[in-house]
């Protein structure tokens, strides 16, 4: 996949992005996010004299590989912006609560919390910060219908230049995940899901947003352990060792969808910020720089899991008469609570466990048990 680095396609048009991937393994994977970084040119993105927001990603309150932001990947990134003369109090970790994720405890449980206090970096879930109403002007297509009395975002966030923290996976909603859908947990409050039924219009959406509201947005992408299936909670991890970095955000998912093995423009959230300027994602208009992937495909599959499929049966499927009662009422508290049962009680307890045990017999659960 590494491309010459020229400044044209082989159509003639330039190249417009540039997203670095870099193979790793757990001895050095500190100093390959470093150099993944500096491929990316993170330094001409995002500067020392602006705040930094450092945005995890959360997928589930518990530790599942591949589902949040890994621990070596917080370590990586924040031990080589302080090493590049970032300031401390100028870097703020956040991430925001779901209907079924709790930020301090996912804090905790994906060992991120150690990892920050080394640092000397305190972690700020975003349910205990000030929201407030923000009125975009951009052309937004469906947020503005979905949230009519406004769109509320934490109010630390306008001005502020971001970094983006996901890892390599799949999506039940959105095929596949990463930094563009993590802004989703970011700019959006814990009634999110309400954008589910319009999940690829949202996303686009969300880049608009950010271009308003951030001076700069870099993301650094964690594939090490990447998942596969049912995605973003119940998959089956692979180990791919496998970074990336780039300050599009759209070319770095679009990256990480044809490594799993979609194509990119096939997508619809990518195809539509590609066709809209927000971003490039057809691969042939992308610089590839840092290892040689070519011959990588991971042979991924989108699958839906009992949740996201119930979740639309109801917003798109037979039960969609019942939309509102069942998901815009004071009745949906079902909704939680089943998702719960589902994947707390049920699926971690059996399925998840066993992928678990596998995962650490590898190298990097045994850099996860050393953190």
Known sequence: MTEDPAVTTPSGRARTARVAVVRTRPDTVIEDYARVMDLAGYRDTLSRDRDTLIKLNLSWTKYFPSCSSQPWQVDGVLTKMLADGFRRERLIPIENKTVVTNPREGCRNNRWEPVLQRHGLT???????????????????????????????????????????????????????????????????????????????????LLYMQRELHPAVFTVTDGTVAGDGAGPRTMIPRVKNLILAAADSVAIDAISARLMGFDPMSIPFLRMAHERGLGVADPREIELVGDDVSQENFGFQTKRSMVIWGDQMIRKGFLRPFERLLLHSPLMVWAPFASNVYHDMMWYPTVGQSRIREFMRTEWGALFRKY
């Open 123 to 205: 972690f700020v879930p975003l349910p205990e910060v000030e929201w407030q109403v923000y009125r975009f002007t951009s052309p937004l297509l469906k947020l503005n219908e979905i949230f009519p009395e406004g769109i509320q975002i934490p109010a630390i966030y306008p001005g502020k230049q971001i970094l983006h923290l996901p890892t390599v996976k799949t999506h039940g909603h959105a095929v596949m995940t990463g930094s563009v859908k993590n802004s989703f947990g970011g700019l959006l409050r814990e009634v999110r899901h309400y954008a589910h039924k319009y999940m690829h219009e949202v996303l686009v959406d």
